[in-house]
């Protein structure tokens, strides 16, 4: 079984920064891709960065310029660095990986609990 945790949450005033951070563990032979998406009150989830093991990235159009996505394959991690934070960026973020398991064939989604960025007027 895999898990995923995410860190890195809290609030912050607009225009600050946050760092998220979110580690794999389990019996995972390879992972296609790691990124985060994010479910604000009301609204539907979103897509806001994605990088696969090759480091190929996308990016929701709302965050270019002001989120990076990194990772480490060896330690199957991914982090989010949020920079010129604004409140329309509150939201409980999700980690999400793309696993294949060892000794079984197939691919699994799996999902972090979420983590909580609230960002202050």
């Known amino acids: 079984q895999v898990e995923l945790v995410e860190s890195g949450g809290g609030l912050v005033q607009a225009g600050g920064s946050l760092r998220l951070s979110c580690a794999a563990s389990?019996?995972?032979?390879?992972?296609?891709?790691m990124g985060w998406y994010r479910r604000a009150p009301g609204k539907q989830r979103e897509l806001v960065a994605i990088i696969t093991r090759g480091g190929r990235t996308n990016f929701a159009d709302s965050v270019k310029g002001r989120f990076t996505i990194s990772k480490d394959n060896a330690k199957n991690t991914v982090d989010l660095q949020m920079n010129s934070l604004k409140p329309e960026d509150t939201a409980v973020y999700y980690c999400?990986?793309?696993?294949?398991?060892?000794?079984?064939?197939?691919?699994?989604?799996?999902w972090g609990q979420g983590t909580q960025v609230t960002v202050s007027t």
């Open positions: 389990g019996s995972i032979f390879s992972i296609n891709h």
């Open positions: 999400n990986a793309e696993i294949q398991l060892r000794g079984r064939t197939g691919q699994f989604l799996y």
